[in-house]
């Protein structure tokens, strides 16, 4: 059973960076396909990015150009670097680790992040 734990969420300012991290442990974290979800208040958790098992990276139109998705395979850690931050960024992030093909999806315990002056 594969476990995620995020770190990394907090307070920041507008136009502020925060970088995410996502640790597993209980698998093969190498044939995961990665990603990071969020949740704003009374709304539905949306993907935000993706990153496959051979490095090809997905983006919501949101945060192109300003969030960097990225593993390391070696420590078992997946990360968000998130730049130029606005308000409308606020929410619970989530990582994922994915089969979809093998209907196979689990979950960390997420992280809030907030950006507000």
């Known amino acids: 059973q594969v476990q995620l734990v995020e770190s990394g969420g907090g307070l920041v300012q507008p136009g502020g960076s925060l970088r995410l991290s996502c640790a597993a442990s209980?698998?093969?974290?190498?044939?995961?396909?990665m990603g990071w979800y969020r949740q704003a208040p009374g709304k539905q958790r949306d993907l935000v990015a993706s990153?496959?098992?051979?490095?090809?990276?997905h983006y919501a139109d949101s945060v192109k150009g300003r969030f960097t998705i990225s593993r390391d395979n070696a420590k078992s850690i997946a990360y968000l670097q998130m730049n130029s931050l606005k308000p409308e960024d606020t929410g619970v992030y989530y990582c994922g680790a994915s089969r979809a093909t093998l209907n196979e999806y689990h979950w960390g315990q997420g992280t809030q992040v907030t950006v507000s002056s």
């Open positions: 209980g698998g093969r974290f190498s044939i995961y396909t």
């Open positions: 990153i496959t098992s051979g490095g090809s990276t």
